[in-house]
């Protein structure tokens, strides 16, 4: 059974950059033909798709999220991260990193794959 779980820091600074680390058990993230993607929620607000990577280390990233985010990975760590920089209050939220079908990319109510518990973060001064 496969389990993911986020690390990473709860507090960030306006304009400092966010790294969030995702941390794979139960399956590899080479793995063909899930996507190992990244998903947020703010306060009261729906889900946001932010990027995935695939089982080759492509990467793909909504509109939104284009010019400030990156997602990359560790094949030896069986890990996948995202960068998000020049953070403003508005990217508080709770971060999500997810094994997704093809057929599940960009859903937001209901989801599916398998996801792990997130990580709040919260961007303050």
């Known amino acids: 059974q496969v389990q993911l779980q986020e690390s990473g820091p709860g507090l960030v600074k306006p304009s400092q950059t966010l790294s969030l680390s995702c941390s794979v058990s139960g399956d590899s993230i080479t793995t063909d033909p899930y996507f190992w993607s990244w998903v947020r929620q703010p306060p009261g607000k729906g889900l946001e798709w932010i990027g995935y990577?695939?089982?080759?280390?492509?990467?793909k990233y909504w509109p939104s999220h284009k010019s400030r985010a990156s997602i990359s990975r560790d094949t030896s760590k069986n890990q996948i991260t995202l960068q998000l920089r020049s953070v403003t209050p508005e990217d508080t939220a709770v971060y999500y990193c997810?094994?997704?079908?093809?057929?599940?990319?960009?859903?937001?109510?209901?989801?599916?794959?398998?996801w792990g518990l997130g990580n709040q973060v919260t961007v303050s001064s």
């Open positions: 997810a094994r997704v079908p093809e057929y599940g990319l960009g859903l937001t109510d209901p989801v599916t794959g398998d």
């Open positions: 990577t695939d089982y080759s280390g492509s990467t």
